[in-house]
C-alpha cells in the first residue's frame, strides 16, 4: 500500500455547501498513509464537515475550483466508493443515530456492523469476525457488555463501543470527531492510549476536537480552522504551548457582553452559611423555608431489569446549584432523566415541583430546562434554530402550537444573550453539534424555568463557547432558577455549584463541598 509518505486523500481548493449554506470554502489538505492528523477551531468552524469530506460522507460543490481525490491501490479516483469501507469513523453525530432511530441492537452486532460500515450487521459473522470482535471488546474493555442493548447504555459506554466498531475491520483511517465527549476521566485516557496505539501501528487518524490536550503525542501536525478555511497548520507542540498559559474569561464580540451575579454560598445553602447568625439556623426558622423542587426518598430505578439507581435520599432547594461527578455508567444520565419525569422509581418515592410523586414529563414541561445528548440526538431534522428553541415553551420536539408573540420576543432575548442569534434563521442540517448544543441551552432557559437538568451541558463547544455559557448559566441561577449538572471536566460545571455528588454504581457515596 506505499510508505508513510504515499498520499491517502487530498483536497485541492475545495467547497461544501449544504441547504445554501458555505461550510467549507477553498480548503486544500493533504493527508498521507500512517499520518496523524488533528484539527482544532472554535464551534461552527467546520470541522467536522472537514472530516466527513475526508470520509467521503458530502462531496464537493460542484463549483469548487478543485476537486478531492482519493488514493487506493488501483490509483487514485475522485468517487469515494471503496473508500468508506477503509476509513473508519467515531462521532457524537454517528452515536447519536441509535438513539434517534430506536436501533435497539446488542453491543456485539453494533460492532460486526463495522465490517460493512452499515448500521445493522449486513449478515451472521464468520468465524473470524467473531474473533475479532470479541479482540477489540476485550482491548476496550467492554467485553462484558457484549450482550447488551446499545441503548441501554451510558454515554460513554456507548462510545467505546463504536470505536471498537471503528477498529474492528482494522481501517487504514480513523476518523474521530469530538471522540472523547462524555468519557469519564479514566475512559478518555484509556482512549487517548488506544488511539496512540492505532497510530504506532501505522493507522492514519484525524482527530477533530476543541481541547488539544487531547491531541495524542503521535500526532504531529495539527490544522486550525475558522470560518470554513484552513488558516494556518501548525505542530501539536506549538499548538500546547500557545494554549497551555491561562488567560481572562474571552468574551464574545456579536452581542454586548453579559454581567452574571454569581449566587453566593450563603444565597444557595442559607441553612449552612457559616456567616449566618445562630438563631437563624435554629428550629424556629425550618417553616419559613420553601419545601425542595426534587425530594427523593428510598429511590430505586430498574432499566431493562437492572438496577440502575439504588436507594437514593436526597432534595434540591429552589434556586439551589449541584452537580454530580462519577464513571461511565454511574447512573447520572438516568437520574437527570428520573427528575425530568422520564423515568419513574421502581421502589421509593420522588416528588418534582409541587405536582407530588407521580409527576410525569408532560406536567414538568416548560418549568423545568433540559439539555442532554439524548434530547439532541432527536432534534436532527430540518427545523430552524428559533424553532428548536420556541419548543422549549411546550417542551416538545417541533412546535406543538403557533407560537405568541411573547415566546417570539423570549426566545430571541436568550438567542442573543448566547451570543447566537445568527443562527435562529439556520437549519439544523447545516450547523455544527456545538452549534446545535447551544440551541438546545437557548430552548431549556428560554421559558425561564425553575430548574434546569443538564447532562455534559458544554459538549462540543469550544473554550470561549464554554465560558459565555457558563456565565449566562450563572445569571440564569442568580434569577432564581435551580441547577443539576453532570460533567467529566471540572471546568464545565457552573460556578455556583457549591455541592457536587458522586455517584458509583448507582449510589451517591459522598457528597463533596466546593470552595
Known amino acids: 500500500m506505499g510508505g508513510v509518505s504515499s498520499p491517502l486523500v487530498t483536497l485541492d481548493r475545495v467547497d461544501v455547501r449544504l441547504s445554501g449554506a458555505r461550510l467549507l470554502s477553498a480548503v486544500s489538505l493533504a493527508l498521507r498513509r500512517g499520518e496523524g492528523l488533528g484539527v482544532v477551531g472554535p464551534s461552527g468552524s467546520g470541522k467536522s464537515t472537514l472530516l466527513r469530506l475526508l470520509r467521503g460522507e458530502v462531496w464537493p460543490h460542484p463549483a469548487s ?46 460492532i460486526r456492523s463495522g465490517f460493512s460500515d452499515a448500521p445493522y450487521p449486513a449478515e451472521r459473522a464468520t468465524p473470524a469476525q467473531s474473533s475479532r470482535v470479541r479482540e477489540v471488546a476485550a482491548l476496550l474493555g467492554i467485553a462484558p457488555l457484549l450482550g447488551r442493548s446499545i441503548l441501554d447504555l451510558s454515554r460513554g459506554e456507548a462510545r467505546r463501543v463504536l470505536l471498537a466498531r471503528a477498529l474492528a475491520p482494522e481501517p487504514e483511517l480513523l476518523v474521530l470527531d469530538e471522540a472523547c465527549d462524555g468519557l469519564d476521566a479514566g475512559a478518555r485516557e484509556g482512549f487517548l492510549a488506544h488511539v496512540s496505539e492505532v497510530l504506532r501501528r501505522g493507522t492514519a487518524v484525524v482527530m477533530a476536537t476543541h481541547r488539544p490536550e487531547e491531541i495524542v503525542p503521535e500526532m504531529e501536525r495539527v490544522v486550525v480552522m475558522e470560518d470554513g478555511r484552513i488558516v494556518r497548520e501548525e505542530s501539536r507542540a506549538e499548538l500546547l504551548r500557545t494554549t497551555s498559559t491561562p488567560t481572562s474569561t474571552p468574551t464574545p464580540t456579536s452581542t454586548p457582553t453579559p454581567t452574571p451575579t454569581s449566587m453566593s454560598r450563603a444565597a444557595a445553602h442559607p441553612e449552612r452559611s457559616p456567616s449566618a447568625p445562630a438563631e437563624a439556623r435554629g428550629r424556629e426558622t425550618i417553616p419559613s423555608r420553601p419545601p425542595p423542587l426534587f425530594s427523593l426518598s428510598g429511590v430505586t430505578v430498574l432499566v431493562e431489569g437492572r438496577a440502575v439507581l439504588r436507594d437514593l435520599t436526597f432534595s434540591i432547594a429552589p434556586g439551589e446549584q449541584l452537580a454530580l461527578v462519577g464513571p461511565n455508567g454511574a447512573g447520572k444520565s438516568t437520574l437527570l432523566r428520573l427528575l425530568a419525569g422520564e423515568e419513574q422509581p421502581a421502589r421509593g418515592t420522588v416528588a418534582r415541583l409541587d405536582l407530588g410523586t407521580r409527576a410525569s414529563a408532560p406536567e414538568l414541561r416548560g418549568r423545568v430546562g433540559v439539555v442532554s445528548p439524548e434530547l439532541q440526538a432527536r432534534h436532527r431534522f430540518d427545523a430552524t434554530g428559533e424553532e428548536v428553541v420556541l419548543s422549549g415553551f411546550a417542551g416538545t420536539i417541533g412546535l406543538a402550537a403557533p407560537p405568541t408573540d411573547a415566546e417570539r420576543t423570549a426566545a430571541a432575548a436568550v438567542l442573543a444573550r448566547l451570543g447566537i442569534a445568527s443562527l435562529a434563521r439556520r437549519h439544523l442540517l447545516t450547523l455544527s453539534y456545538g452549534e446545535l448544543r447551544k440551541l438546545l441551552l437557548a430552548r431549556a432557559l428560554a421559558p425561564r424555568p425553575q430548574a434546569l437538568l443538564l447532562d455534559e451541558p458544554l459538549a462540543g463547544l469550544d473554550a470561549v463557547a464554554r465560558a459565555w455559557v457558563l456565565a449566562v448559566l450563572d445569571e440564569s441561577c442568580a434569577a432564581g432558577a435551580a441547577l443539576l449538572a ?4 471540572a471546568d464545565e460545571l457552573p460556578r455556583g455549584v457549591r455541592r457536587v455528588g458522586v455517584l458509583e454504581d448507582g449510589r451517591i457515596v459522598r457528597w463533596i463541598e466546593r470552595p
Open 65 to 110: 475550483a478543485g476537486r478531492r481525490l482519493f488514493h487506493g491501490p488501483d490509483g487514485a479516483s475522485e468517487s469515494p466508493i471503496g473508500a468508506r469501507e477503509r476509513f473508519t469513523l467515531v462521532a457524537p453525530e454517528a452515536q447519536d443515530a441509535y438513539v434517534r432511530h430506536d436501533w435497539d441492537l446488542p453491543v456485539e452486532a453494533v
Open 486 to 489: 453532570v460533567s467529566h471536566h
